[in-house]
């Protein structure tokens, strides 16, 4: 702290960055480091260069390009490898990416060496300025130490895209400073031996400020175990960003954390108690987001699928899905209000309203009890009840299938922690009620 305020200093190497909100005491900290180091070549003002990157401040949005970096790794590829083609593809990737080619031809060791650095270029300049290439570039990094001829034609298709999106620009802004979003998604075994790749990004309102594309570490069992994994992944660099802000002078008042499972969700906020068999396995360090959860750290919500910012980063989209996020994540468009205003959201998936929601008991009706083969739940609210259908016990005669779900607690959780809106009496799908429904409101 300097005069008052919070004074930063960030070291890369031989090249620094300083920040304060009074300029003088920027200039007495320059004056202290030239005493250190000698004489240095400063930058100040709205626009300078950094790390090879092109920096410019305006409209309270920061502007970063990169295009001397990519000339600089296209001429490389160009000239080392050559281009196998002269169209310019519209994405980074095809949707083939995680299929490596086992029974291609391995890179002769120049080629080899020529990959790698151009992969290399490639990841300063994803991590920096073009976030739309990290997914592909991710999986490039994968194969540096035994890359073949179709890791090499990825990676010329990546280079042609490069190609036509050269003067592509990063915005980076914010709404507020007291609102922070973070999206975490994992795909399941996408890779070749069976590993999932996970996701994650943060925004305050205008591009993403941070975003993680990462193989993950271990084999899952399922998509849930591989979402439980990739918060333990991406929450560590959630928490850093809040307490740097804290030491900046800003509060996060409203931390949320957006997830498209529900069974990961319940995982997370509930631990070992919604663990099933299943479950079980999953090691206890991956539980460690419930004790962040329970000292109200951050929040968990339920976000769509097609809403998931972080899909972008778990596998190569194509179409109408790559252009949408990939604007949100440069900051071409502003992330939608309804992030921000978390009652939409729940309109969207049929959970809103839930102040008007009725509270209901559940019971279960087993076959002994109700006289016949099959098991029911029964949701009570007075004199009048809904039968919930879990469908075990069913007769395979009949052609009824059985369901795995073991506890039928959990359809009332998908929900909204025991509240349902009760429908005249009638009976309701196990799949209605998980899939978050809206119910007719009998206090309407």
Excluded at 56 to 75: C, G, Q, T, Y
Excluded at 377 to 392: A, K, L, W
Aim: charged share 30%.
């Amino acid at each position: 702290m300097i005069d008052g305020n919070q004074c930063t200093v960030a070291f890369y190497v031989d090249d620094n960055k300083i920040s304060h909100k009074d300029p003088k005491v920027v200039t007495r900290v320059i004056e202290q480091l030239s005493e250190h180091f000698g004489d240095l070549k400063i930058q100040r003002g709205n626009k300078f260069d950094l790390l090879g990157m092109d920096v410019e401040l305006k409209n309270k949005k920061v502007h970063i390009s990169m295009v001397n970096h990519l000339k600089d790794a296209i001429e490389t590829y160009e000239t080392g490898l050559g281009m196998t083609s002269r169209k310019l593809p519209s994405t980074p990737g095809k949707a083939n990416i995680f299929n490596n080619g086992k029974e291609s031809d391995q890179l002769n060791k120049k080629e080899s060496e020529i990959f790698h650095t151009v992969t290399a270029k490639l990841l300063h300049a994803c991590k920096q300025a073009r976030l739309d290439i990290e997914p592909v570039v991710a999986y490039l990094c994968t194969r540096v130490s035994c890359s073949t001829e179709a890791d090499r034609v990825k990676l010329d298709h990546l280079i042609r895209y490069l190609k036509r999106t050269l003067n592509d620009v990063r915005v980076v802004g914010a709404r507020d400073l007291k609102t922070l979003l973070c999206w975490i998604d994992a795909a399941y075994a996408v890779y070749p031996n069976m590993r999932g790749q996970t996701g994650g990004t943060m925004s305050f309102g205008t591009g993403v400020i941070h975003r993680q594309s990462s193989k993950q570490k271990l084999n899952s069992k399922s998509s849930t175990e591989s979402e439980v994994i990739a918060v333990s992944e991406y929450l560590p660099f959630h928490i850093w960003v809040k307490n740097f802000l804290k030491y900046q002078g800003y509060e996060v008042n409203d931390n949320i954390v957006f997830q498209d499972n529900q069974s990961a969700i319940r995982l997370k906020t509930n631990g070992r108690n919604s663990c099933t068999g299943n479950s079980r396995h999953i090691d206890i360090q991956y539980f460690f987001v419930k004790d962040r959860v329970d000292k109200g750290e951050f929040r968990i919500e339920y976000c769509k699928t097609e809403d998931m910012i972080p899909d972008f980063f778990t596998k190569p989209l194509q179409g109408h899905l790559f252009r949408k996020f990939r604007d949100l994540i440069m900051g071409y468009e502003n992330i939608p209000e309804k992030y921000f205003n978390i009652t939409k959201i729940k309109e969207d998936v049929g959970l809103s309203n839930q102040e008007n929601l009725i509270c209901c008991n559940v019971e279960t009706l087993d076959a002994k009890t109700r006289g016949d083969d099959r098991n029911e739940s029964r949701i009570t609210e007075g004199t009048e009840d809904v039968q919930i259908d879990n469908g075990r016990g069913r007769d395979k005669e009949k052609g009824g299938k059985k369901n795995e779900k073991e506890d039928s607690l959990n359809a009332v959780g998908d929900v909204g922690t025991g509240k349902v809106i009760r429908t005249e009496g009638r009976k309701v799908s196990w799949s209605e009620i998980v899939s978050g429904k809206r119910w007719e409101n009998k206090n309407k």
